[in-house]
């Protein structure tokens, strides 16, 4: 498990280096300052909650089921929120937005949330 996580961060770190750059230069030209900023949001949690698990990945030993539940909702949470902006800000280039992944955005701040909780608790637990 431990290794997968470790995968799945490394990857999502890099993703979002690529989405950073591509935003900071082939999007300026072509996205409004409002996309754009809702872009960077989208990377910037990316890049917070793919450090979170790293650190995780290197320090959980995953017999602990709160371990699974503060990882995967740390992933749900990237892919639902940040994946949901991403293509909600890149459709709109086309004019032709995709707004049905406007409901999804809240539901992966939704599990971000629950992922800091669950480790506050689980923080908490092990004092």
Known sequence: MKETIILIA?????????????GAHALKKVMSVESLQSFETGVKYQMYHTIVLVICG????????????????????IILFSGSIY?????????????????????GGLCFIIGWLLLAFYGYSLA
């Open 10 to 22: 490394g990857i999502f770190g890099a993703l979002s280096v690529i989405f950073g750059a591509f």
């Open 58 to 77: 290197f320090f959980f030993s995953f017999e602990d089921p709160m371990e699974k539940y503060i990882v995967w909702s740390f992933i749900l949470g």
């Open 87 to 107: 293509g909600l800000t890149l459709s709109s280039i086309k004019g032709k937005k995709l707004r049905f992944l406007g409901p999804i955005t809240p539901l």
